[in-house]
């Protein structure tokens, strides 16, 4: 589940550094990886923003899948793990920055808007007005084909901010798909995948 030594010791450094900003007690597993990637174009040069890459466990799918004549720009709030994944993936663009403000972040890379978006955030451990902030600046950067996956953990689906999430999730987009569940994931864990953004 791991990719390396060094990826799990800098990801516990930053869970007990920042317990709050990680929101997980270990890194994705390659499973869940893979379905977040799925809303990742194949063909092409899309654009993919991360949010929330950390030690890159699941910038490692999106790399599998994405063209070579693809963008991945990886948004990081934790400056650790930011410089981690510098080190370890240098083909992808990462920034410093919050994800509330993706669509300046985009601006400044050169982007207007990107294909798909990927994230990692622990969306169950927003208070409202953050959650409503980052899915309406998600939504603001896909076009209408665009398309957007997270995750939840099993044990935590029904926390009341994961339950205040699922339906900001359904007012954001027209189709929202939940898929099975990771069971090898630690702790096991399911996809949101969302196709069709609303706008206003």
Do not use: K
């Not at 991945?72 to 510098?86: G, I, K, N, Q, Y």
């Not at 995750?151 to 027209?174: K, N």
């Amino acid at each position: 589940m791991i990719s390396t030594t060094d990826d799990y010791r800098t990801f516990v450094a930053a869970a007990l550094r920042r317990p709050a900003v990680v929101g997980a007690c270990a890194p994705s597993s390659r499973g869940l990886g893979r379905l977040l990637a799925a809303v990742v174009p194949a063909v092409g040069a899309p654009a993919v923003a991360e949010l929330g890459p950390g030690t890159g466990a699941v910038s490692q799918a999106i790399a599998a899948r994405l063209p070579r004549a693809g963008r991945h720009l990886a948004v990081e709030v934790d400056p650790v793990f930011a410089a981690h994944l510098r080190a370890r993936h240098p083909r992808i663009s990462v920034v410093e920055g919050d994800a509330a403000e993706l669509a300046g972040l985009l601006a400044a890379a050169g982007l207007s808007e990107v294909d798909a978006v990927v994230s990692g955030l622990p969306w169950a451990l927003f208070d409202p007005e953050r959650q409503r902030r980052v899915l309406a600046e998600i939504v603001r950067c896909l076009p209408a084909h665009g398309a957007f996956s997270t995750f939840a953990y099993r044990h935590a689906a029904w926390m009341s901010g994961a339950r205040r999430f699922r339906r900001l999730v359904h007012e954001h987009f027209d189709q929202v798909v939940v898929t099975r569940t990771v069971w090898r994931n630690l702790p096991p864990a399911f996809a949101d995948v969302c196709h069709r953004p609303l706008r206003g």
